[in-house]
């Protein structure tokens, strides 16, 4: 059991590049999310899925897109790259219903010049 | 708008010492609050809290509840070196699927 693993580790992108943060878990939960941690900040979920074929908005998801692949997957798309996003992005997921906890990926540093 | 807020930011103790970090909150509909320790990488799972005044116990960490003055506390005794982390405090509500996070306390045991 890998748990939660995210692709890649650390990342430079210069600004208005593309580029994809892949996430999967092999727990067969059935809710994902993508946070963001700055400094000082804590962690701000940017985008979550309750459940395969669906997406919401969190708290900062202005510049992102997601899509949840499959029940595994979801993955957090930056269209053109602005240095507000250097941070360091975790995936996480959970079983739905009455477990709270989540368990988070190792996570990816992005930096945007 | 849900808001979850720690004190203090950061501290600094030495092996041996007790400390308690310190959690409030202001959501609607809360369910629960979770504690969570972040050693570098991601956050790693230490309670969940659902009712007022049941202390949870693991090993040197304690924590509880107070549903009514919403707040929790998270008791690390005899620290060590190894506690030196980011401890993150978050909470669930009645509706959705998310968490309210923190902005963390760090801590640091000096040896």
């Known amino acids: 059991n890998a748990g939660v693993t995210q692709t890649p580790k650390f990342q430079v992108l210069k600004t208005g590049q593309s580029m994809t943060l892949q996430c999967a878990q092999d727990?067969?939960?059935?809710?994902m999310y993508w946070y963001r941690q700055d400094p000082g900040m804590g962690l701000r979920l940017i985008y979550y899925s309750a459940s395969e074929g669906t997406t919401d908005k969190g708290e900062v998801p202005n510049g992102y897109n997601v899509s949840r692949l499959n029940k595994r997957e979801f993955s957090l798309r930056l269209e053109s790259a602005a240095p507000s996003q250097t941070s360091v992005y975790f995936c996480?997921?959970?079983?739905?219903?009455?477990?709270?906890?989540?368990?988070f990926g190792p996570g990816t540093r992005l930096l945007v010049l | 708008e849900d808001k979850v807020v720690q004190s203090p930011l950061s501290l600094v103790v030495h092996e041996g010492d007790t400390v308690t970090l310190n959690c409030s909150y202001e959501?609607?509909?809360?369910?629960?609050l979770l504690w969570y320790k972040q050693e570098k990488k991601a956050p790693t799972f230490l309670f969940m809290l659902t009712s007022s005044g049941i202390e949870k116990k693991s090993g040197r960490l304690s924590s509880i509840l107070d549903k009514k003055e919403l707040f929790s506390i998270l008791n690390i005794t005899a620290t060590q070196t190894g506690d030196s982390a980011v401890y993150l405090c978050a909470t669930s509500m009645e509706y959705g699927n998310k968490l309210v996070f923190g902005a963390g306390t760090i801590l640091r045991v000096k040896s």
């Open positions: 959501v609607t509909n809360f369910r629960s």
């Open positions: 996480a997921s959970r079983v739905l219903a009455v477990q709270e906890t989540q368990y």
């Open positions: 727990m067969n939960h059935n809710s």
